[in-house]
């Protein structure tokens, strides 16, 4: 890891620890979901899925509010607001005996990790920019990526020895661990000089000036695609391996093997991004994801689930391909907004959400006897993805020919008038 500065590892860390609270309270919980909804009486299986959606809905929502306060009062201040609400929420979700009441819990859970999240996120920003700031956000989802590889196995170890509610307290307690080192190590990002008053018109404001850039606005959109076919694995994959296949044990470590193939392909990322450059990458992967899904549905549609290998395999490939997508989605749509970071990530991650959790929650109806439903899905977002990315490639070549069209009529403006 080539990282610029010594003290650039322990931001990385700090950053990537930020970004994993949000990360196991959404991953650990899976081999939890049936005795979660055994315990609140939950009827319909496929409302198993609500308690995957809806802290993302949170997390959408409370950026809203995390993005603009951290504007005005710093990134710090507000993580530990949102720690705070997390932890209520979690004890909410603990009490919880109903699927309304645990609903609510996952929503007010969303709204609090919004804080980490999204100021994780400007405070990248704060500090890089361009290819290097893609690599750092590389670099701080591979640590970022161990989440989803642990958590798992970890909510599995919980779940057997102490029931489904110590999921939720093992969640706090990390939660405030990686709260007081953010407050003993790292500085403050935002400096006094650069925070924004406090008034009501901050936020549409930055609504006006997140609006002006398209490179923002298109990369937001493809961010939603892409988090809405991500969020279908994520919130489908206990049901395909544990009902489908009847992988209730192994499901865990399939997951985590899935996982670090995402740890592998952000780490390359990291690597390729700085010879390559954000934008091909994402196209090249994009591109890659789509053809793969398209694949799947070709051979498979109408048919049953094919063995478990062959499954496998393309998981792994589509999920390698999104690996090296999200760090430079989030970086690109990111990079025109430095000047406005806090509020720019927080619509950011709120267009993205809008238009993850619909999506995602609408193509989860259809996962019920076969996967067919999930490949679909990332076959049309990734294909959606294209189409904008190659309309921003496409409106910046038309632009750079305009202004070499006006570079050089105005020499021949200037011959003309010496001639006369």
Request: hydrophobic fraction near 55%; aromatic fraction near 12%; glycine fraction near 8%.
């Amino acid at each position: 890891m080539n990282i610029r500065k010594k003290s650039d590892t322990e931001f990385i860390i700090i950053m990537a620890s930020l970004m994993s609270l949000a990360s196991l309270s959404i991953d650990a919980l899976l081999p939890g979901l049936n005795e979660i909804a055994d315990s609140i009486g939950i009827s319909n299986a496929k409302n198993n899925q609500l308690l995957i959606t809806m802290i993302f809905l949170g997390t959408g929502f409370g950026q809203l509010i995390s993005g603009p306060l951290s504007d005005s009062l710093g990134r710090k201040p507000v993580v530990y607001m949102g720690y705070s609400v997390f932890a209520m929420a979690s004890l909410l979700c603990i009490f919880a005996t109903s699927l309304e009441m645990m609903v609510l819990g996952r929503i007010l859970q969303g709204i609090g990790l919004s804080a980490p999240k999204t100021i994780s996120m400007a405070m990248v920003r704060d500090r890089f920019v361009g290819d290097y700031m893609a690599r750092i956000m590389s670099f701080v989802t591979v640590i970022f990526i161990l989440a989803p590889i642990v958590a798992p196995s970890f909510g599995k170890l919980m779940l057997d020895n102490f029931g489904w509610q110590s999921i939720f307290t093992s969640q706090v307690l990390f939660g405030l661990f990686v709260v007081i080192w953010l407050w003993q190590r790292q500085p403050e990002t935002l400096i006094e000089e650069k925070r924004k008053k406090m008034k009501l018109s901050l936020f549409t404001e930055g609504v006006k000036e997140f609006s002006k850039y398209k490179q923002t606005i298109i990369f937001t959109l493809v961010s939603g695609l892409a988090t809405a076919a991500f969020m279908v694995y994520l919130s489908s994959s206990q049901h395909i391996f544990q009902v489908q296949y009847g992988l209730v044990n192994e499901f865990p470590y399939i997951f985590a093997g899935i996982a670090i193939v995402v740890g592998l392909s952000t780490f390359l990322n990291g690597t390729f991004v700085i010879r390559f450059g954000m934008l091909k990458l994402v196209s090249a992967f994009t591109l890659a994801l789509t053809l793969i899904s398209l694949t799947y549905v070709f051979l498979y549609y109408g048919e049953p689930n094919p063995d478990l290998p062959i499954l496998l395999i393309f998981f792994v490939m589509m999920i390698f391909c999104v690996g090296f997508m999200f760090g430079n989605i989030n970086a690109l749509a990111m990079q025109p907004i430095g000047h406005i970071a806090g509020i720019g990530a927080a619509i950011f991650g709120f267009v993205a959400t809008i238009i993850a959790v619909p999506l995602a929650t609408f193509i989860g109806r259809y996962i019920e006897l076969t996967a067919i439903a999930l490949f679909i899905g990332f076959a049309v977002c990734g294909g959606l993805s294209l189409l904008l990315i190659h309309y921003f490639k496409w409106s910046n070549k038309r632009k750079a020919v305009e202004q070499e069209s006006k570079l050089q009529v105005q020499p021949l403006l200037v011959s003309d008038k010496i001639t006369k």
